[in-house]
């Protein structure tokens, strides 16, 4: 054992296997049906979402690593020395390296996330790549304000939300996000996110709508972890994935489209499907830079500085809590 610190701290203990049945049967019985899109990242979702990462038609990592590379100095250049960079969501923490490697003088590391895993594995590399940083993971839901470790609290706070997470939510439930993360990062915090850009919509689909299918499998994995974890007996071969996007909402929908009339058993309930009819999956919003400003605005943060790759298709905004 390296450090005892690198041991994950946990914040509150949701049900999830409980949590899981309550919304899907919930979802699933609904006028027009609905899955959280939560649901898609269990390990087999997370391990395909990392495919789509990597898929040529994907343009979003891709895009937003290279402005990183490109104004991490920047980036990093009002991270006052002895401050914490927190991060929601964080995974595996790649992106990350990117902007510690430019805060030599950072005091503390504290990335928050629900995967025990994933954080202690990150935890561990940064820990040994930047062995100056005190790093401090919370195993926790971002959606919920967080409390840093009591020997951080007076020091100043910069939050880092790469990857256009903020875009699967609507619009009034990421403003709610940003203000829970305006009381996480305090008065005169700083918040570094990444978001997804509006572009033509034909790109837009083939990103979510890959020709290897790595996408299509991503979104069946949800019924296939129903199947698993639920005892579901859905028929994945009856179901055929559907990306769209919706101007009027300026977002991407993943939907799982019934190929037959048919019906599902899923903890004993009995789910009737029309053919045609479609499950929505997932929401990927898409904002200019000046709607993500106003979005921000909304929140009570103040628009600092904004970087985009060279072709315009991803945005990285630095944001002051007022
Ligand atoms: C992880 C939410 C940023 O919306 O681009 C990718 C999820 N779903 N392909 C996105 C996703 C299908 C992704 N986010």
Redesign the pocket.
Request: no cysteine.
């Given at each position: 054992m390296l450090n005892p610190s690198l041991r994950p701290l946990s914040e509150g203990n949701t049900d999830e296997a409980h949590e899981f049945a309550t919304e899907v049967l919930q979802g699933l019985s609904r006028p027009s049906k609905t899955l959280p899109c939560r649901f898609l990242y269990d390990a087999r979702g997370s391990e395909l979402?990392e495919k789509?990462t990597r898929l040529p038609e994907?343009y979003?990592t891709r895009a937003e690593t290279s402005i990183l590379k490109a104004h991490a100095e920047e980036m990093a250049a009002d991270v006052p020395d002895g401050g914490v960079l927190v991060e929601f969501g964080s995974g595996s923490s790649l992106k990350t390296e990117l902007l510690l490697e430019r805060l030599p003088r950072l005091r503390a590391y504290v990335p928050v996330d629900v995967s025990q895993s994933a954080l202690a594995d990150a935890s561990q590399r940064l820990a040994a790549r930047f062995p100056w940083l005190d790093v401090r993971p919370i195993v926790a839901d971002f959606a919920y304000p967080v409390a840093l470790p009591a020997h951080l609290a007076w020091r100043h706070r910069t939050g880092f939300f790469p990857?256009?997470?903020i875009?699967?939510l609507m619009p009034v439930q990421a403003s709610r996000l940003l203000h829970v993360f305006r009381k996480v990062l305090s008065t005169g915090g700083r918040l570094i996110v990444g978001i997804?850009l509006k572009k033509d919509p034909g790109k837009l689909v083939r990103a979510?709508d890959d020709t290897a299918g790595v996408?299509a499998t991503?979104n069946l994995n949800l019924l296939a972890r129903i199947n698993r974890e639920l005892g579901g007996n859905f028929d994945l071969r009856a179901f055929k994935h559907r990306a769209v996007y919706n101007a009027r909402e300026g977002r991407i929908e993943?939907h799982l489209v019934s190929l037959k009339d048919q019906s599902v058993r899923i903890r004993g309930r009995r789910i009737p499907f029309r053919a045609g009819e479609s499950v929505h999956t997932?929401n990927?919003y898409k904002y200019s830079v000046a709607q993500f400003q106003d979005l921000a605005r909304s929140a009570n943060w103040l628009p600092s500085r904004v970087w985009t790759d060279p072709c315009g298709l991803f945005s990285v905004h630095k944001l002051i809590s007022a």
């Open positions: 979402f789509i994907y979003p990857g256009s997470t875009g699967n997804d979510y996408t991503f993943m997932e990927s």
